[in-house]
């Protein structure tokens, strides 16, 4: 059984993507989909990338993260396939602890799991016992780089109206990509053990600054709730959790994003 690891990266994020390799070894395999806007930037692509045999190369001129780990998914060729991003860290014990769950899960489509920040601390506070994610326990949120998947290609494309990059919404791809594997029917389950070390702060984070993520929120709850179980999660999210910022606006860009949902046909 081997891994490969999908790192998504646009523009001079390239750069990094050096760092996110760990030393060679014979079941773990790396795959750069890398996003460009002009023709120079694929000079970017640093020699250490190009000289390892273990890592394969794609270059896109287009954007979109969501379109970014689509493209990665079709090139794929894993027994496991490891969404990253160009800031994230692995050790060996990362690689032998997601091999080791998923032979002893074989049911298992789907594994989610627990990052950590550069010094090991966790990201947030997650669930201390495994589960299905189709009873998902209140609180707990899923990110891409906490997702590995079989590579069967049995698993949904990653929503592309959805992610940083996208027309409308900055935000909430990865909730849709869980949401619409759970409802094809793919085994889906969370276990608490950290696999990755990478940068605490996402897009998701930024709710008060960006009319985007705002907008994603409402986005993501119509598409799980429904329209209605969506206006009515608003509301108490506005009255009860949004802070430093205005209600009012805060709860006029999460209703834009529940009928952009319903415009693209998820609600």
Not at 121 to 133: D, G, H, I
Not at 143 to 162: L, M, Q, T
Request: aromatic content about 10%; some cysteine; charged content about 25%.
């Amino acid at each position: 059984m081997t891994i490969e690891v999908l790192i998504c990266t646009c523009g001079k994020g390239i750069l990094d993507v050096p760092n996110v390799l760990s030393r060679k070894r014979e079941d773990v395999s790396y795959l750069v989909s890398f996003q460009y806007a002009s023709d120079a930037d694929k000079n970017l692509i640093p020699d250490e990338l190009k000289s390892r045999d273990d890592v394969r190369i794609y270059c896109f001129n287009n954007s979109g993260l969501s379109v970014n780990r689509n493209q990665a998914l079709r090139m794929s060729k894993g027994d496991i396939l490891l969404f990253a991003d160009d800031d994230n860290c692995y050790t060996d014990g990362d690689f032998d602890r997601l091999l080791y769950t998923f032979r002893e899960c074989p049911d298992k489509d789907i594994i989610c799991f627990r990052s950590a920040d550069y010094d090991g601390k966790l990201n947030r506070t997650y669930p201390t016992v495994s589960f299905s994610l189709e009873k998902m326990p209140r609180g707990y949120f899923v990110r891409s780089n906490e997702i590995a998947v079989r590579g069967n290609n049995k698993y949904p494309a990653f929503d592309e109206h959805y992610g940083l990059g996208s027309e409308y919404l900055a935000a909430g791809e990865d909730e849709i990509f869980i949401h619409d594997a759970i409802a094809q029917g793919l085994k889906v389950w969370f276990f608490p053990m950290t696999i990755v070390s990478s940068d605490s702060s996402t897009t998701g984070t930024k709710f008060n600054s960006l009319a985007s993520v705002r907008r994603s929120k409402g986005a993501v709850l119509a598409a799980l709730h429904g329209r209605t179980g969506a206006v009515l999660r608003v509301i108490k999210f506005a009255l009860f959790h949004v802070k430093g910022m205005s209600r009012v606006q805060a709860f006029h860009d999460m209703m834009d994003g529940i009928a952009y949902a319903r415009k693209i046909g998820r609600c």
